[in-house]
């Protein structure tokens, strides 16, 4: 079956990169997400990476995909306070557009 | 970018009534707009998908006639949690697919408390 599995939670300090690791089982995922989610509030698209496609970065944002190994990562440069949440991975394919989920990773700043 | 809304952000209604959650999104039209439940400290569960014209398609264990969807207009999806019970209280977040791009733009979501 389709799995999405990520560590529960990291802790880095302030002003150092955070790389948030994710692995997936279904071969024929189309599309990868990153999703964060603040205390108490709903999901915010971070970014995206189409299966045929190793890397995309976005300012302090960079997605690299092992296709070969199912392996996602996200690596935030300079990690800030306001980087606290959890931070969601997300596999769909074209098909259906439905997204199976990580179960998330909380980011934890110290300072 | 894509903006999506729910309403309300939070409700309590006692056990036995029902209770309406809308989501609707802002500046664009979604033909497919997704239903999910989070519970405290866990990932998101799909609970329906809901397409604009049509029956919602139900994942497997989510009971349809308790979890009534109604996907009305290109902007609009609602859903009716009917005769709630304090098992029903969740998180729910609704989510829109923009036009013909993969991308899921999500609700900020709804805390259902139901005494």
């Known amino acids: 079956g389709e799995d999405v599995e990520q560590s529960l939670f990291l802790s880095v300090r302030e002003g150092d990169s955070s790389v948030i690791n994710c692995t997936y089982t279904d071969s024929s995922s189309t599309y990868l997400y990153w999703y964060k989610q603040e205390p108490g509030a709903g999901l915010q698209l971070l970014t995206y990476i189409f299966s045929n496609m190793d890397m995309k970065q976005d300012q302090r944002l960079t997605v690299l995909l092992n296709k070969k190994d199912k392996h996602l990562s996200l690596r935030i440069a300079d990690t800030q306070t306001g980087d606290s949440a959890i931070y969601f991975c997300a596999e769909s394919k074209a098909s259906n557009y439905q997204l199976i989920w990580g179960a998330g990773t909380k980011l934890i700043i110290k300072p | 970018g894509a903006v999506v809304s729910q309403h309300p952000s939070r409700v309590i209604c006692k056990s036995g009534t029902s209770v309406k959650i809308e989501c609707r999104s802002l500046d664009f039209q979604a033909t497919t707009m997704f239903w999910y439940r989070q519970f405290p400290k866990q990932s998101l569960m799909l609970m329906a998908t809901s397409n604009e014209g049509s029956k919602a398609t139900y994942e497997q264990g989510v009971e349809k006639d308790k979890f009534l969807i109604n996907h009305a207009s290109l902007t609009l999806s609602t859903l009716t949690v009917t005769s709630a019970h304090p098992e029903d209280s969740s998180f729910y977040i609704c989510?829109?697919?923009?036009?013909?791009?993969?991308?899921?733009?999500f609700g900020p979501g709804t805390r259902l408390t139901v005494t």
């Open positions: 989510s829109a697919l923009a036009g013909e791009s993969y991308e899921q733009y």
